[in-house]
């Protein structure tokens, strides 16, 4: 997924201004537009439109195909060997380093980590708030960084060089996900672990999370549409951009209104708005700079795909073969705080396996955001001359 690009990365004149092409970016780019599209048709018509439900019900499967494709690309694809024979502390020792901490850290929550006969979230659940907090201070934060790097892909598209504009959409796609979005999500979602830990170490209530969430809304329109209009007023305007504003824009406005609405669809069209957008977009980034680098080296366009495909195809499916017994152990988002009681049923005898699970889950997560940092922000000099190409050229 992309990340936010340290060095803004420079297009050549001429260029279009999609990544690709309208017909590829509209599938890869601008999926939550079309997948609510899609949800909203099929509502009406009946099950005829069925490929967003589908892709709702493969989530995990997706899900794993975005985050290995990024880490597979940065810690093993031929493409980046250079760079990780360079710099073995950034490529190999740092990432190795995170694994071993996340893995001896799911140890801990799954042999120590048991809420007490009263429920109550306490102090004694510090390795699982731990736990809990890296993934999710990192999930906004990874979030936020795919928002600004798609807005930076497209703003060098269209030859926006003014340090005013990278400003401005840095501060607009923080707003957007360190902010708005955080403060909206623990106002509408309260049975999940996380949830339950912030508004217990927290100085804040449900009806406080509430009022906030609304004016949350109302600030969201408002430097939704002051971005959006500082962009009408360009020469150079980005269609491309504009409509990835749009899907920014929306992703707190449907979320809040699902909730107050009470709405299935509005919760399936979050949910294929805010994370199959951005599932969709890393595998879609990353095969557009995998299978240019397998053309570059003589693949035909076919077979460049085909390869691509196998690899990241037989990655997910051994992530998948090993995880699906485990699935009830994604206590990232487990709701209906049922989580405690998934920590409450594993034995002794069940610790080092479920420890490796639980370290696993969570290492997949953060080796993804460490990957994404490195293959994206465009700051190391033999990453950006190998990616640069596939990722800003013609296809």
Same mark, same amino acid.
């Given at each position: 997924m992309a990340a936010a690009p340290g060095t803004s990365p420079a297009a050549a004149p001429g260029r279009s201004s999609w990544v690709q092409s309208p017909g590829w970016d509209a599938f890869w780019m601008f999926s939550g537009i079309w997948g609510c599209g899609l949800l909203l048709l099929g509502s009406i018509i009946g099950p005829v439109i069925w490929i967003p439900f589908a892709l709702l019900a493969s989530a995990r499967g997706v899900s794993i195909a975005h985050a290995w494709s990024t880490t597979y690309l940065v810690l093993f694809s031929p493409l980046l060997a250079e760079p990780r024979g360079e710099d073995r502390t950034r490529f190999v020792w740092i990432p190795l380093g995170l694994a071993i901490g996340c893995l001896a850290l799911g140890w801990v929550v799954a042999s120590t980590q048991r809420y007490g006969p009263d429920g109550r979230f306490t102090s004694d659940l510090w390795a699982l708030s731990l736990y809990l907090g890296i993934f999710w201070i990192g999930h906004f934060w990874h979030f936020g960084s795919q928002d600004f790097g798609v807005l930076t892909i497209y703003r060098a598209k269209a030859g926006q060089t003014q340090p005013i504009d990278r400003k401005l959409d840095r501060a607009y796609t923080a707003t957007m996900m360190f902010l708005i979005q955080p403060v909206i999500y623990f106002s509408v979602i309260t049975t999940t672990a996380i949830s339950e830990m912030a508004y217990t170490l927290l100085p804040i209530s449900k009806p406080f999370m509430q009022g906030a969430a609304n004016i949350a809304v109302g600030v969201s329109? +408002?430097?939704?549409?002051? &971005? @959006?209009?500082? $962009?009408?007023?360009?020469?150079?305007?980005? #269609?491309?951009?504009?409509? %990835? &504003?749009?899907? +920014?824009?929306?992703?707190? #406005? +449907?979320?809040?209104?699902?909730?107050?609405?009470?709405? +299935?669809?509005?919760? *399936?069209?979050? !949910?294929?708005?805010?994370? =199959?957008?951005?599932?969709? !977009?890393? @595998?879609?980034?990353? $095969?557009? #700079?995998?299978?240019?680098?397998?053309?570059?080296?003589?693949?035909?366009?076919?077979?460049? &795909?085909?390869?691509?495909?196998?690899?990241?195809?037989?990655?997910?499916?051994?992530?998948?073969?090993?995880?699906?017994? %485990?699935?009830?152990?994604?206590? =990232?988002?487990?709701?209906?705080? *049922?989580?405690? *009681? !998934?920590?409450?049923?594993?034995?002794? $005898? *069940?610790?080092? @396996? !479920?420890?490796?699970?639980?370290?696993?889950?969570l290492g997949e997560q953060v080796l993804h955001y460490y990957s994404d940092r490195r293959l994206f922000r465009f700051r190391h000099a033999s990453v950006r001359r190998k990616v640069a190409p596939f990722l800003l050229g013609t296809p």
């Open positions: 329109l +408002i430097v939704s549409v002051a &971005i @959006v209009t500082w $962009e009408l007023r360009k020469k150079n305007r980005s #269609i491309p951009k504009l409509l %990835y &504003i749009l899907v +920014i824009a929306f992703h707190p #406005i +449907i979320l809040w209104g699902s909730v107050r609405a009470g709405s +299935i669809l509005l919760g *399936q069209m979050y !949910i294929f708005s805010y994370l =199959f957008s951005h599932w969709l !977009i890393a @595998v879609g980034l990353v $095969e557009r #700079i995998n299978t240019g680098f397998y053309r570059s080296a003589g693949d035909t366009s076919r077979f460049a &795909i085909l390869r691509h495909v196998t690899v990241i195809g037989a990655l997910t499916g051994l992530v998948m073969w090993f995880t699906r017994p %485990y699935g009830d152990y994604l206590l =990232f988002n487990t709701d209906g705080f *049922q989580y405690k *009681q !998934i920590l409450a049923s594993i034995t002794p $005898e *069940q610790v080092p @396996v !479920i420890g490796l699970v639980l370290g696993f889950f």
